[in-house]
């Protein structure tokens, strides 16, 4: 087990320059962050000057990447083009943000799985019917319209919530945004656990347990549901940098100053440094994420072994 954790952390060293990059080159050929910077009304040749000095975009592209990855490694991700450190967008960014991530993954895997192991086990039933219908309602519907719609009806017409989050976003207030933001895959986990239950639900080792006269909730537990949820946990596991970095349209809607806020700003007024090195931390979490699913199959099935 050991030597595969040092092997995947070798592995993704070059995952991580290649994405970072990528992220770079895309980020500087968007357009002119000087010309956002002054806006409307141009800067003078002089200013712009010294202004691309002052954030080094005087440099070729290549020496700008290297620049900027030797300053990632002390911690340093740069300043904003309005003189705050990026670190400091993220100091208090990110807080609001995981703790978002946390409510709607927690939406998945609670009423998700509940659901799929339900449907799952009476696949066919009204139930199961009703299920599938309501999930692919949700799955079609665009997130903006289903986050509207909750904040009109629960926040403004009946004042169950407040329509906007607080500036600290408690994990209380995040209850009907951390639903909105996991409104689609919490539909997806609970269709693929569906999948899963009703195909292992007839395999021979099911059926064997059955054969010995376990008792049922004991064979769903402990046989059939933790085999099942290898692909389940796969897609949360993945889901959880998706849900991180695209909550730019739930933070906007419920007034949320996370990252998906600080992402929208910094591509709005071509603020590279920010854009780059809120990414960056995303491309991290994608990775250590991966890494810890990787590390949880073993758990769930134990012939799955790691040399």
Same mark, same amino acid.
């Given at each position: 087990?050991g030597r595969?954790?040092?092997?995947?952390l070798?592995?993704m060293?070059?995952?991580f320059i290649?994405?970072?990059?990528?992220?770079f080159l895309?980020?500087?050929?968007m357009?002119?962050p000087?010309?956002?910077l002054?806006?409307e009304r141009q800067c003078?040749?002089?200013?712009?000057?010294?202004?691309r000095?002052?954030f080094?975009?005087?440099?070729p592209?290549?020496?700008q990447?290297? &620049?900027?990855?030797g %300053?990632?490694?002390?911690?340093?991700f740069?300043t904003?083009?309005?003189?705050q450190?990026v670190?400091?967008?993220m100091?208090s960014?990110?807080?609001?943000?995981?703790r978002l #991530?946390?409510?709607a993954?927690?939406?998945?895997?609670?009423i998700?799985i509940?659901l799929g192991?339900?449907?799952g086990?009476?696949?066919g039933h009204p139930?199961?019917t009703?299920?599938?219908l309501v999930?692919l309602v949700?799955?079609?519907?665009?997130t903006?319209v289903?986050?509207?719609?909750l904040?009109?009806?629960?926040?403004?017409?009946?004042?169950w919530? @407040?329509?906007?989050?607080?500036?600290?976003a408690?994990f209380?207030e995040?209850?009907?945004?951390g639903?909105?933001?996991?409104?689609?895959s919490?539909?997806y986990?609970t269709?693929?656990?569906?999948?899963?239950?009703?195909? %292992? @639900?007839?395999a021979d080792?099911?059926? #064997?347990?059955?054969? @010995?006269?376990?008792?049922r909730?004991r064979?769903v537990?402990?046989?059939l549901?933790r %085999?099942s949820l290898?692909p389940v946990?796969?897609?949360?596991?993945t889901d959880i940098?998706?849900l991180m970095?695209g909550?730019?349209? &739930?933070e906007?809607i419920f007034?949320i100053?996370?990252?998906g806020?600080?992402?929208?700003?910094?591509i709005?007024?071509?603020? #590279?440094? #920010?854009?780059?090195g809120?990414v960056t931390?995303?491309?991290?979490?994608?990775?250590?994420? %991966?890494?810890?699913?990787?590390?949880?199959y073993?758990?769930l099935?134990?012939r799955?072994r790691?040399?």
């Amino acid at each position: 087990m050991g030597r595969y954790v040092v092997r995947r952390l070798l592995q993704m060293i070059p995952v991580f320059i290649g994405a970072t990059l990528l992220i770079f080159l895309m980020v500087n050929v968007m357009g002119d962050p000087i010309a956002g910077l002054c806006g409307e009304r141009q800067c003078d040749p002089a200013t712009a000057a010294r202004l691309r000095h002052e954030f080094g975009l005087d440099k070729p592209v290549w020496q700008q990447y290297l &620049t900027y990855m030797g %300053n990632v490694f002390t911690g340093d991700f740069g300043t904003a083009f309005n003189g705050q450190p990026v670190t400091g967008l993220m100091a208090s960014a990110f807080p609001v943000t995981i703790r978002l #991530t946390i409510v709607a993954i927690l939406f998945e895997i609670v009423i998700g799985i509940t659901l799929g192991v339900i449907t799952g086990l009476r696949r066919g039933h009204p139930v199961d019917t009703s299920v599938l219908l309501v999930t692919l309602v949700v799955i079609s519907v665009p997130t903006f319209v289903t986050g509207l719609l909750l904040q009109l009806l629960l926040g403004v017409e009946w004042g169950w919530i @407040k329509p906007s989050v607080s500036p600290e976003a408690a994990f209380g207030e995040l209850i009907v945004p951390g639903l909105v933001l996991a409104s689609v895959s919490l539909a997806y986990v609970t269709r693929l656990t569906r999948t899963s239950i009703a195909e %292992n @639900k007839r395999a021979d080792y099911v059926r #064997t347990a059955i054969a @010995k006269g376990l008792p049922r909730h004991r064979v769903v537990t402990r046989h059939l549901l933790r %085999n099942s949820l290898i692909p389940v946990v796969t897609f949360i596991g993945t889901d959880i940098g998706a849900l991180m970095g695209g909550a730019i349209v &739930t933070e906007r809607i419920f007034n949320i100053h996370g990252v998906g806020y600080q992402l929208y700003q910094g591509i709005l007024r071509q603020n #590279t440094q #920010t854009v780059v090195g809120f990414v960056t931390v995303l491309v991290l979490v994608f990775l250590v994420a %991966n890494l810890l699913v990787d590390l949880l199959y073993a758990v769930l099935d134990p012939r799955i072994r790691y040399a």
